[in-house]
Nanobody, 126 residues
Framework: QVQLAESGGGSVQAGGSLRLSCAAS????????MGWFRRAPGKEREGVAS???????RYADSVKGRFTISQDNAKSTLYLRMNSLKPEDTAMYYC????????????????????WGQGTQVTVSS
């Protein structure tokens, strides 16, 4: 079992920055990769970024160059640094962990993750 708890969401003006954190507990060593997802009202859940245990990362095209995913293994914490935020980034953000390797092409697919946090809200105003 892996427990995940997000924090760091809030309200910010367009162009601003936020850093989300996700504290992992439990059997964290079973995680093969972790990711950040978001869901905006009326939209499908979207994969934002993922990171493997070796540090390799993947990003959705919509956030490339603006968002950075990182992890502190010593603290069992996952981060998402979000810069140059846009109103369309407004969503509930979730961190997730996968304990199986579904292949590199599926890192941003929600169905490959089996543990999820409760989410943290990010609101970007114009």
């Amino acid at each position: 079992q892996v427990q995940l708890a997000e924090s760091g969401g809030g309200s910010v003006q367009a162009g601003g920055s936020l850093r989300l954190s996700c504290a992992a507990s439990g059997n964290t060593y079973s995680s093969v990769y972790m990711g950040w997802f978001r869901r905006a009202p009326g939209k499908e859940r979207e994969g934002v970024a993922s990171i493997d245990s070796d540090g390799s990362t993947r990003y959705a095209d919509s956030v490339k160059g603006r968002f950075t995913i990182s992890q502190d293994n010593a603290k069992s914490t996952l981060y998402l640094r979000m810069n140059s935020l846009k109103p369309e980034d407004t969503a509930m953000y979730y961190c997730a962990a996968s304990t199986a390797d579904w292949g590199l092409r599926l890192r941003l697919l929600a169905g490959t993750y089996n543990y999820w946090g409760q989410g943290t809200q990010v609101t970007v105003s114009s």
